[in-house]
């Protein structure tokens, strides 16, 4: 079974990226696409409206483009525009897409945007996102991204394959289409029609400023692991600390009788703790996908021969002659009667489950320690000088004397 797996990205740079990592990692250039604004004609220009015209020509994987665009693609690789991204860069097509403006699109997705039937229509990207199980109501972001100056990859991968598509386009600051769709709405995005105006530079370059704005005060949301966890924290370690010139004073101190003394013992603690980081997210699509099947049934035919055979004999009463009547015998046969039943065949159980893991953190702290030269004179003995003492407190060691 195949999985389409989609990333919207506001730098070409990053698609392009993301892109060749896939070409790297073994995805076949008939499953990648890519669909690009090209308001800035960085790929060449493009021809007069539409997929293209009466004066085309066609690229080396038979993609029809427009006039001029032959040019344009060795242009484009040996300017690197898309450089590294040789085999793709034969299906380049650049279209005028009514609703989404100049684009320029590598791929199978060329080939489906050039058809007259969806490309030539303000909806075509939308429709042929929706042909590959994208919710059209997504669908629309993403075209409405890609009119906004973004860059459209999809990979059309085996399902065994889809979480390895999903983290390479994870590497390179994919756009978070619902939240980016809350943007588009916010800015008055009802859905693209033909009507729709397109967006020259000046307005994609407003709108990125725009966005910036709105997401300064409508973060991302985060992905959490645990169910209903708040990040915490890190508090800062509340530790007393003498200067500099204290100590000094406090070394070169003299003590005289009867003064009391305080030496603070300054120590560190080791304070952990704990943040919230996003290791990874899954999103379930399902679509519907349509297979040929076919059964073999016995049907039963009736069918009725007419044979006439010469006959010389004498009329009996059992030969009824001479009456009128009708004879009717009806010809049957079975047909087959198809009808579809839905089963559930299979389930997709989705679930988030939380865990908990002890770690060992390791590190150094420091700590202020007192040495006591004790140099008792003999004289002070002999008079009865004591030294009381040392005790010990939670804010340092006091010496009596």
């Known amino acids: 079974m195949k999985s389409t797996v989609v990333g919207l990205f506001d730098d070409f740079a990053d698609a392009q990226r993301a892109v060749n990592d896939l070409e790297a990692a073994g995805f076949s250039h008939n499953d990648v696409s890519m669909v690009s604004n090209n308001t800035d004609s960085r790929f060449g220009s493009h021809g007069s409206g539409g997929s293209h015209d009466a004066s085309h020509s066609t690229g080396a994987a038979g993609v029809s483009v427009g006039r001029g665009v032959k040019g344009a693609v060795g242009g484009a690789v040996e300017g690197g525009v898309i450089g590294g991204l040789t085999g793709l860069a034969a299906s380049l097509a650049l279209l005028l897409i009514p609703g989404i403006g100049p684009i320029a699109a590598i791929g199978p997705l060329a080939a489906t945007l050039s058809g007259a039937t969806i490309g030539a229509t303000g909806g075509g990207i939308i429709g042929a996102l929706a042909g590959l199980g994208i919710p059209k109501e997504e669908a629309g972001y993403y075209a409405e991204g890609v009119r906004r100056g973004g860059t459209l990859v999809t990979v059309h991968a085996d399902e065994s394959r889809a979480d390895e598509a999903t983290r390479i386009l994870d590497r390179y600051n994919p756009v978070d289409i619902d939240h980016r769709g809350a943007y588009y709405r916010s800015t008055g995005y009802t859905g693209n029609t033909e009507n729709t105006p397109h967006y020259t530079p000046e307005q994609i370059h407003s709108d990125r400023t725009s966005y ?128 579809k039943n839905a089963r559930v065949v299979e389930e997709v159980i989705v679930e988030k489950e939380a865990t908990q893991r002890t770690e060992t953190v390791r590190d150094t702290v420091r700590r202020t320690d007192v040495d006591v030269d004790e140099d008792v004179d003999t004289d002070l003995r002999s008079t009865g000088t004591t030294v009381t003492g040392t005790t010990t407190t939670g804010t340092g060691t006091t010496r009596n004397i």
């Open 212 to 339: 910036n704005a709105y997401a300064n005060t409508n973060p991302l949301p985060t992905y959490d692991t645990a169910t209903s966890t708040t990040a915490t924290t890190m508090p800062a370690a509340n530790v007393a600390t003498a200067s500099t010139s204290n100590m000094n004073t406090m070394n070169n101190q003299t003590v005289e009788t009867g003064d009391r003394v305080a030496v603070p013992i300054v120590e560190e603690q080791l304070v952990v703790g704990k943040r919230e980081v996003e290791r990874g997210r899954a999103r379930i699509r399902t679509y519907v996908t349509e297979r040929p099947v076919e059964e073999q049934v016995t049907l039963r035919e009736e069918h009725v021969h007419v044979e006439r055979h010469p006959v010389n004999r004498p009329v009996t009463d059992a030969d009824t002659a001479f009456r009128e009547g009708t004879i009717e015998i009806r010809e049957r046969a079975e047909e087959a009667v198809v009808a």
